[in-house]
Nanobody, 125 residues
Framework: QVQLGESGGGLVQPGGSLRLSCAASGILLSVGTMAWYRQAPGKQREFVAHITSGGDTNYADSAKGRFALSRDNAKNTVYLQMNSLKPEDTAVYYC???????????????????WGRGTQVTVSS
């Protein structure tokens, strides 16, 4: 009943920028914290940034000063603006949503820990 869909990934040169989007879909009443994680080849998935429903943000040290997270609650969408990209930013980027209140077949329900399928970001010259 709740799905996340990421978009905006691609190939970019070092120093370039990309803007990732993640939209939550379903019959949604509210969406809590939304976050981005990433997973590089051969590495564990790691936290990138999150934003609460109230707009408070938190960033991994690797993202501070270069990435900016924003959200549009009316669209249940979060945006990750990534600037000054480095080759080490190359990874599959995943969106996550928590505390999603939605209308299910048995009425209102609250779910946690929803993940998208990811979008590939490649930083290379």
């Amino acid at each position: 009943q709740v799905q996340l869909g990421e978009s905006g990934g691609g190939l970019v040169q070092p120093g370039g920028s990309l803007r990732l989007s993640c939209a939550a879909s379903g019959i949604l009443l509210s969406v809590g914290t939304m976050a981005w994680y990433r997973q590089a080849p051969g590495k564990q998935r790691e936290f990138v940034a999150h934003i609460t429903s109230g707009g408070d943000t938190n960033y991994a040290d690797s993202a501070k000063g270069r990435f900016a997270l924003s959200r549009d609650n009316a669209k249940n969408t979060v945006y990750l603006q990534m600037n000054s990209l480095k080759p080490e930013d190359t990874a599959v980027y995943y969106c996550k949503a928590d505390q999603v209140l939605y209308q299910g077949p048995r009425g209102t329900a609250r779910g946690y820990d929803y993940w998208g399928r990811g979008t590939q970001v490649t930083v290379s010259s």
